[in-house]
């Protein structure tokens, strides 16, 4: 599973386990390995669990919606019922006012609408909504005992339902952008980050500026990707990839050189 969540109720003993599964297209396989988790979370746990889709467009959500049933035509031994998230069952959630009045259902709908063009409207009102979280009083880095979910579990469940692609990319800079300290000590996202950092190759550099640009929709003539590719100085991509970020015609990217 991408992640598993312990959720406690008030005025429930125990809670229930909460499993979230980020589907990009039609898999009949999943089917198999969805109920086997449920079922193998239920008897270590002994706790009801939940499984919990997020789709990234309209015919992915309608197939993770059917039930999946095990059996015969003469009796049913099990069957598993999905919850889903995808467009059109959640907002597209643009603005940092919506963000902060649940934060939570922000974070789903930047999974749901993970491959839409506005995207980055999303992950921008996103980003400012994870950042301001962070300054609530109480909010702090120890769930067991802040009882919420904090920041860095926020962006790390962005970053992780995002997959790879353009998105992540454009994440990973809004976060070191609002928070400084991202990514949080000893999490995924930490990991992936340093490693990124330390291979230092100037062609993943040049990739995120191109995927940035595309994720925004702007076209790129094969002169600026030729250009983009081809530099191996780690300044001068780092300034390309700000610029990436709010640029209107791909050409802005050297528009001081």
């Not at 898999?27 to 239920?42: E, R």
């Not at 059917?66 to 643009?94: D, N, Q, W, Y």
């Not at 001068?236 to 990436?244: A, E, H, I, N, Q």
Request: one cysteine or more; hydrophobic letters at 40%.
């Amino acid at each position: 599973m991408d992640s598993v969540f312990r959720v406690r109720v008030p005025g429930e003993e125990g809670g229930f386990v909460l499993a979230v599964e980020s589907q990009g297209k039609p898999d009949p396989d999943k089917h198999n390995s969805w109920t086997y988790y449920l079922a193998h979370m239920y008897a270590k746990y002994r706790l009801p669990p939940f499984l919990l889709v997020v789709c990234k467009d309209k015919a992915t959500a309608a197939w993770a919606a059917e039930p999946i049933r095990v059996g015969r035509g003469f009796h049913t031994s099990m069957a598993v019922f999905p919850l889903v998230l995808g467009p059109g069952i959640l907002p597209m959630i643009t603005e940092p006012d919506e963000v902060a009045r649940d934060l939570g259902v922000a974070v789903f709908s930047a999974l749901a609408y993970a491959t839409d063009p506005g995207l980055t409207a999303i992950l921008d009102a996103l980003a400012s909504g994870v950042a301001n979280d962070a300054d609530k009083p109480g909010s702090g880095d120890n769930t067991e005992t802040d009882g919420d979910v904090d920041r860095v579990d926020w962006a790390e469940i962005v970053e992780i339902g995002l997959g790879e692609g353009p998105g992540r990319d454009y994440w990973r800079h809004l976060m070191a952008t609002y928070t400084p300290n991202f990514p949080g000590s000893n999490t995924i996202v930490e990991e992936s980050w340093l490693e990124g950092k330390a291979e230092g190759k100037a062609e993943g550099q040049a990739e995120g500026v191109l995927r940035i640009l595309e994720v925004r929709g702007v076209k790129i003539p094969d002169f600026v990707r030729e250009r983009v590719t081809a530099c191996t100085d780690l300044d001068v991509l780092g300034t390309w990839l700000d610029r990436s970020l709010s640029a209107e015609r791909a050409e802005e990217l050297f528009a001081e050189e």
